[in-house]
T-cell receptor
């Protein structure tokens, strides 16, 4: 089956602009999480969506936001871009994440490489 | 989620077994040990997970000590394509609470497989 698809793969933006990244989860997966990876900070959790609701959020400023659609596809947006936002942005999908359910493993996409100049 | 400690780097000869250790001394009874790896510039890839019994799949074996304070990921016949950063992560078995969807990655172990 198709894996997690992230678009675009590469993006160059100018400081002050905004950007929208897209993630299509594996068919049937209801949970989508986003991560930022930089050489200095490593992989850091941004937020997680399930059934169009944000259920968990990492320690990032409000310039980072996201949403999930009824078909589980998700987008994340970064407004007023800063040089430090240059990173690999990764999306992961999971089959089921309800309280009391057994965790299932997360599957990651290839990421979107964002460069802010 | 409990904190994990891994060596920053390891080397392995191609064809030999690669044994990657992970310490998780504060693990609680309902927490699983997960392993992921990340090949350069790609998204992390799930490898294996376990609670207390040893586990094996087509990619690797996971050995968890009896006290569950440490574990070892074993790649039985390492190839050059196994060169990657390997992450050991401890997660609550219950998908609810404040840890929804969150994987806490440490720095991992850079495994280099040599010809």
């Amino acid at each position: 089956k198709a894996g997690v698809t992230q678009t675009p793969r590469y993006l160059i933006k100018t400081r002050g602009q905004q950007v929208t990244l897209s993630c299509s989860p594996i068919s049937g997966h209801r949970s989508v999480s986003w991560y930022q990876q930089t050489p200095g900070q490593g992989l850091q959790f941004l937020f997680e969506y399930f059934s169009e609701t944000q259920r968990n959020k990492g320690n990032f400023p409000g310039r980072f936001s996201g949403r999930q659609f009824s078909n589980s596809r998700s987008e994340m947006n970064v407004s007023t871009l800063e040089l430090g936002d240059s990173a690999l942005y990764l999306c992961a999908s999971s089959l089921a994440l309800l309280a009391g359910e057994r965790r299932t493993e997360a599957f990651f996409g290839q990421g979107t490489r964002l460069t802010v100049v | 989620d409990a904190k994990t400690t891994q060596p920053p780097s390891m080397d392995c000869a191609e064809g030999r077994a690669a044994n990657l250790p992970c310490n998780h001394s504060t693990i609680s009874g309902n927490e699983y040990v997960y392993w992921y790896r990340q090949i350069h510039s790609q998204g992390p890839q799930y490898i294996i997970h376990g609670l207390k019994n040893n586990e094996t799949n087509e990619m690797a074996s996971l050995i968890i000590t009896e006290d569950r304070k440490s574990s070892t990921l074993i790649l039985p016949h390492a190839t050059l394509r196994d060169t990657a950063v390997y992450y050991c992560i401890v997660r609550d078995s219950n998908a609810g609470g404040t840890s929804y969807g969150k994987l806490t990655f440490g720095q991992g172990t850079i495994l280099t497989v040599h010809p």
